[in-house]
């Protein structure tokens, strides 16, 4: 009889020839002839570049316009300082960073140095009050009417 531990060795020398682990490939009986030829190799094409971001400034708004003896005026609010400024075609604010380029009065659309394009902003439909010069009376407040001298209250409900 065979030692334990020869055997053990036997099928762990074994091993590696059965699953072709050492460049022996074993072909399988139960496949047809000429079906495990290796794969092509898998075409890899490269991804488009992304298009250029549009630049923004979520801090802009375009809140108004009006034409004057043929010159274009432009509301722009900058919401991080809250402050609005009205500015021509071809003038910049803020330091340079804020020049108007084009206008479209179709779209309602401001191009701004460096692509910026700010579309009109739509109102809100709110009401804003006007102070006003006048002082408005307080409404005087309508004091209950006294009970009838003889009237009688009715006394509150008792508890058993």
């Not at 094409?45 to 809140?63: M, S, V």
């Not at 701004?112 to 006048?134: A, R």
Request: proline share 14%; aromatic share 8%; hydrophobic share 35%.
């Amino acid at each position: 009889m065979m030692n334990l531990s020869v055997r053990i060795s036997l099928v762990i020398c074994q091993i590696p020839f059965c699953l072709g682990l050492f460049g022996q490939t074993a072909s399988n009986p139960f496949l047809r002839p000429g079906s495990n030829k290796p794969s092509p190799p898998a075409v890899v094409r490269q991804a488009p570049p992304p298009p250029a971001p549009i630049p923004r400034n979520p801090n802009l708004e375009f809140r108004g316009y009006f034409k004057y003896e043929n010159e274009w005026n432009f509301a722009i609010y900058d919401k991080s300082k809250s402050q609005g400024v009205w500015l021509k075609k071809g003038e910049s604010s803020d330091d340079g960073n804020i020049q108007i380029i084009d206008f479209n009065p179709q779209l309602h659309e401001v191009h701004l140095k460096g692509g910026l394009k700010l579309v009109l902003k739509d109102s809100e439909n709110k009401v804003l009050s006007v102070p006003s010069g006048q002082a408005i009376p307080k409404k005087q407040k309508n004091s209950p009417v006294p009970p009838p001298l003889n009237a009688r209250s009715i006394p509150p409900p008792r508890l058993r």
